[in-house]
């Protein structure tokens, strides 16, 4: 049996991605918990399930884990814009990684990119904060393994008083063998081929307006 076991249910659940769900933590309305989604490996063979399963949901946990961890020996400024890991807990779901939950200025949850560009919302104050974060993205060490409009968030940095842009996935090496932690000029064409794109929708929705 284990103990201080999380409940989470339909009525936390806030977002759903590719690999993992997200839910609103039933104690604290400012963190998150994500947990693994199962439901991809439901058409899966018997062997893949017995075998694959836990290296791949574990692989998924850890390479976010340890490229926040690494950052985190660094200057501050190397993470001040990637989503904070708070911890981990056990729930009714399987294993939880616990994250800080980033709001907007009224309280709601952050705004994907990706709706700021459905909506129209894009103007020059919020085309010199996705600069800023892709500059930051571009200087320092971190590791993109994804970099979409769905896992970027604008949130309101109450310290400062002003939004800014934070990563919520997609960090970390997800190459058998790591790459781009061992050959920093292959983690540097990554990165300028994902901030290359991004700014390449971000201009063509310009044009669209």
Known sequence: MVHNMISLSS?????SGGYRDVYQHPLDEKLLIKVMNTSRWERKSRFQKKYLYHYFFTKVFVRETAE???LQFRDNLESDFIQSIIGFCH???GFGLIVKAELSQTGEYAKTLQHLVDTKQINSEVNHHLKILLEKILATSVIISDLNLKNIVYAYNRNDKSYQFILI?????KTFIPVQNIFPFIRKYCKSKYTRKIKEIINQSDANT
């Open 11 to 15: 009525e936390n659940k806030l977002f």
């Open 68 to 70: 926040y961890i690494r």
């Open 91 to 93: 729930t009714n779901l």
């Open 169 to 173: 996935d997609g960090i970390g090496d």
